[in-house]
């Protein structure tokens, strides 16, 4: 394992009590008198207040049913993960020799726990300012878009979302007729809004289709 000297540099922050990051590394398998659950219990909820807050002030005008959306595309064990595997954070967690032979470096539960953890870490010893800035740098850098079509590939959930948010409805999808022979069909879909018909899209099948015109139209509504 390397040392995790280089894992402080990567976060930008140096531990004063070296036992607080070694805990926060410190998998339940190692069999030592401490573990890093608790700090992964802590550094859970201060993820959660810090990412609820930076979506609060990004996003000024959505209403709590988009910011909760968002929050859970953000704040998620793959989500963690992807930041954890950022900072290569698997290279200095004290695992026992048979979670390491069992790739346990890399598995995404495990990586996740230790991300808040370290978060957890970093907030007991110096305070919330100081987690929410490595937390929201790394965000950051993860996620160049952070916006709710960007993070799920749902896009007619993320257009569900966004129409009862601005109009008080839930979009329609009509089948506008089909082509092709049957080993290549093709489906056209239209989105409706009250009727309207807001885009349209092809696709080799009707769900395809619909996620196709589901992102145009979330594209139109946002301009």
């Known amino acids: 394992m390397t040392d995790y000297a280089q894992l402080e540099k ?34 859970d909820a201060v993820l959660d207040l810090i990412v609820g807050e930076y979506l609060f002030n990004k996003f000024p005008k959505s209403n709590e049913g988009i910011l909760s959306k968002i929050r859970a595309s953000l704040v998620n064990e793959s989500g963690f993960t992807l930041l954890a595997r950022a900072i290569d954070l698997g290279e200095y967690i004290y695992l026992s020799p048979a979670e390491e032979n069992n790739n346990g470096r890399n598995k995404p539960s495990l990586l996740s726990n230790a991300f ?54 839930t979009p329609q999808y009509e089948l506008l007729g089909s082509s092709g022979p049957d080993h290549k069909k093709e489906f056209e879909i239209a989105v409706k809004l009250n009727d309207e018909t807001i885009a349209s899209a092809r696709g080799k099948s009707k769900k395809e289709a619909q996620q196709k015109a589901a992102k145009i139209a979330l594209e139109a509504l946002k301009q």
């Open 116 to 169: 808040e953890a370290v978060i957890g870490a970093i907030y007991l010893e110096a305070g919330l300012d100081t987690a929410k800035k490595i937390a929201i740098t790394l965000l950051e850098e993860a996620h160049p878009k952070i916006d709710l079509d960007t993070l799920s590939k749902d896009y007619k959930t993320a257009l569900q979302e966004l129409t009862q948010a601005t109009h008080g409805v």
């Open 10 to 43: 990567r976060l930008g922050y140096t531990f004063k009590d070296k036992q607080l990051i070694i805990e926060a590394l410190t998998h339940k398998s190692d069999k030592k008198p401490y573990n890093n659950e608790r700090l992964e219990f802590l550094g």
